[in-house]
């Protein structure tokens, strides 16, 4: 007989069934506790909740695994591309020669962006955060697509992926001339889509050339982030979708979502924590010593992950990647040895082991972009560019296997039944 969880409540037995997944991950389905039981489950920040069953993306955290619809990310960040891997997400295969061409030319072909965009970019002043710009701008688009994306129809949500991939492209890169003051830059269809990204970003005058050795490392980058199943963000983008809400809405909850520093935001606040240490100085114990001291608010940021309980695939791939790119263009960054060093320190240190804090994606991705001449402000932007097509494939799977709408339940703890006083008697 197949194993059943039983859960003994009031002396009476309920019996849950088990649900596997292919990679051996087990789960007991209580989907009908409360109704048989009168019981629900209390887990904050859904520590031991499966929100569905999902066939995109599979990691283990003890073992520190990552896969895309079933490759290894060592072997995608190696031999694929992102436009390759974005395909896969999407569409559950990696694409044949034809097909990748079409959808490179679909992304291509929706590269107009209105110019009231234009206007709402511009209406923001210069000091914005991009991620806050970025989360408005995609918002925004919903109003010059106002056609609904039917994600049951194959073509159409293949077209609304292109569409969403082409602009955001473009908007991260205007978000990022806006905040300098510089002229935008119209996109180039002769170039891929990173080379794109990049002159959109950087070119100044015609003296401009692609560097292909950034090129390629964006590229690694964008495919390192481009997916991570069910985190904080892509939750957000499933919960916001759950209502039915439009693709553009949702995503922009994502972006949303993504921002905070203990998420996407962790590999700008990385690289001040580095800044601060530098120039604080103190010796880097003294910095390990207060981000274990509960009295102190400070973290080592770049370092815990809800899911890894080992080192992150992706940090493994991204530290040498900082390594190589940093010696390929001549870039000497002592912030770099900081890292190196303040990691050096954590992995030994008895509160980090005891823990199972390891340097997560976010550690060494900022010293990657500072070499590629990336601000701060901008990390979280190409987090969010890297994550775009995993949240639409989330967003696809959550509406193609009919997901209900998201609604968690609570313990309420506040006050008891209690009759209204009147203002002048309280
Ligand atoms: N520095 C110091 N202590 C830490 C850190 C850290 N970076 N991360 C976790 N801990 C400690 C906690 O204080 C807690 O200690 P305790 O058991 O004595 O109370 C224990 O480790 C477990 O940590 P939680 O916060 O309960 O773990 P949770 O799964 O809720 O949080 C998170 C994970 C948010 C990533 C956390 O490790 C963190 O804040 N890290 C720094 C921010 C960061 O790098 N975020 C990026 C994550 S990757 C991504 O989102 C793309």
Not at 169 to 182: F, G, Q, V
Not at 233 to 261: D, E
Request: glycine share 8%; aromatic share 10%.
């Amino acid at each position: 007989m197949a194993d059943k969880v039983k859960i003994t409540y009031k002396d009476q037995e309920f019996e849950y069934p088990i649900v596997e997944g292919t990679m051996g991950d087990v789960s007991v389905d209580i989907s009908k506790l409360r109704g048989e039981s009168g019981l629900i489950t209390l887990d904050p920040g859904y520590k031991n909740t499966g929100s569905c069953e999902s066939k995109i993306t599979f990691l283990d955290g003890e073992k520190g695994k990552l896969m895309y619809r079933g490759y290894p990310i060592e072997q995608l960040a190696e031999k694929s591309s992102f436009i390759e891997v974005m395909y896969l997400l999407l569409e559950g295969e990696l694409p044949t020669a034809r097909q990748l061409e079409r959808w490179e030319k679909t992304i291509k072909s929706y590269t107009y962006v209105n110019d009231r965009v234009r206007k709402i970019l511009n209406a923001f002043p210069s000091n914005a955060h991009p991620m806050g710009v970025l989360a408005t701008l995609t918002s925004s688009l919903t109003a010059f697509n106002p056609k609904a994306v039917d994600p049951n129809k194959e073509e159409d949500m293949y077209h609304a992926a292109a569409r969403l991939i082409s602009k955001m492209d473009i908007l991260a890169a205007w978000t990022y001339r806006k905040s300098n003051e510089l002229e935008l830059n119209e996109p180039d269809s002769n170039l891929s889509y990173i080379e794109n990204f990049y002159q959109m970003m950087f070119k100044n005058n015609d003296k401009f050339e692609l560097n292909q050795t950034i090129i390629s490392a964006l590229d690694k980058l964008l495919i390192l982030h481009a997916d991570h199943e069910q985190n904080c963000s892509a939750s957000a983008v499933r919960l916001v979708g759950s209502s039915h809400a439009g693709l553009f809405a949702s995503i922009s909850a994502g972006i949303s979502a993504l921002w905070g520093p203990l998420h996407g935001g962790a590999n700008q606040a990385v690289i001040e924590m580095l800044e601060r240490i530098q120039s604080d100085g103190g010796g880097l114990q003294k910095w390990v010593d207060k981000a274990k001291n509960k009295d102190d608010e400070f973290r080592l940021m770049g370092f815990g992950h809800r899911v890894y309980k080992n080192m992150d695939p992706r940090a493994k791939i991204i530290k040498k990647a900082a390594d190589d790119v940093l010696g390929q263009l001549g870039v000497e960054d002592e912030i770099l040895d900081l890292a190196r060093d303040l990691e050096a320190i954590a992995l030994k240190d008895e509160y980090f082991i005891e823990r199972k804090l390891y340097p997560n994606v976010d550690f060494y991705s900022g010293i990657i972009y500072r070499a590629l001449g990336i601000p701060n402000e901008m990390f979280t932007v190409m987090f969010a560019l890297g994550r775009l097509p995993g949240w639409i494939s989330q967003w696809k799977e959550m509406r193609q296997t009919f997901q209900p709408i998201g609604r968690p339940r609570q313990v309420y703890t506040g006050a008891q039944t209690r009759n209204y006083v009147p203002i002048d008697e309280r």
